[in-house]
Structure formats: structure tokens, C-alpha cells
Nanobody, 124 residues
Framework: QVQLVESGGGLVQAGGSLRLSCAAS????????MGWFRQAPGKEREFVAFIAWSGDTRYYANSVKGRFTISRDNAKNTVYVQMNSLKPEDTAVYYC?????????????????WGQGTQVTVSP
């Protein structure tokens, strides 16, 4: 049974940092494209970042580029997103997801497995 468990969310002031973790079981993150998405109240789930199988390919939404960094620790079977210079508009529930293969990695519909989400709240 595949499980993705996010952690690391919380309340932070604007300009602060958080690191979210996604611990996987039942699959090897090195064999999947791992993505981070977020969903704010009343809004659709949106793409944040993904990291491809090799780890060399990483892609970010324009809204987080230069502030967020996605990474992966294969030994710990965990994916991270380091979030710096946080803004109030980054407030959302953040989800980790995994897909075995597709080209449209920014589309949440192509992901096979999802975590339960972790809340990030950025105060002004």
C-alpha cells in the first residue's frame, strides 16, 4: 500500500522559511516523478514543483521560482520542498504526489498517489 505523508507545515511570518517533507512508503521515490501542489481556500489545486526520476530535472511554477527548492533523498525515501521568502499568497494546503509516468507533470490529474496535505499559513 502506497502512502505519502507530508509534514513541516505551520504558521510563519512573511519573509520566513519552511521546509516541507514527504515521506513515502510502498514506492521508491527514485522511480517516480514527485510533485508538490497546493490548494488555497476556494481555489483549484495548483502546481508548485516537480522533480524527475534522475533528480536532475526540476521544474517550478513561476510564482515560486527562485524562492522554493525541491529535492529528494533516496536513502530516506523522502522528498522535500524548501520554501524561502514566503508570502501571504503562499498560504495553502500543500500536497505531495507521485506519478509513474506522463509528460504533463504540472497537471495534478496525471498523478497516481497523493498525501493528505499539510497546512502552510503565512501571516503579513
Amino acid at each position: 500500500q502506497v502512502q505519502l505523508v507530508e509534514s513541516g507545515g505551520g504558521l510563519v511570518q512573511a519573509g520566513g522559511s519552511l521546509r516541507l517533507s514527504c515521506a513515502a512508503s510502498g514506492l521508491a521515490v527514485s522511480n517516480y516523478v514527485m510533485g508538490w501542489f497546493r490548494q488555497a481556500p476556494g481555489k483549484e489545486r495548483e502546481f508548485v514543483a516537480f522533480i524527475a526520476w534522475s533528480g536532475d530535472t526540476r521544474y517550478y511554477a513561476n510564482s515560486v521560482k527562485g524562492r522554493f527548492t525541491i529535492s529528494r533523498d533516496n536513502a530516506k525515501n523522502t522528498v522535500y520542498v524548501q520554501m524561502n521568502s514566503l508570502k501571504p499568497e503562499d498560504t495553502a494546503v500543500y500536497y505531495c504526489a507521485a506519478t509513474g509516468g506522463s509528460r504533463r507533470f504540472i497537471d495534478p490529474g496525471v498523478y497516481d498517489y497523493w498525501g493528505q496535505g499539510t497546512q502552510v499559513t503565512v501571516s503579513p
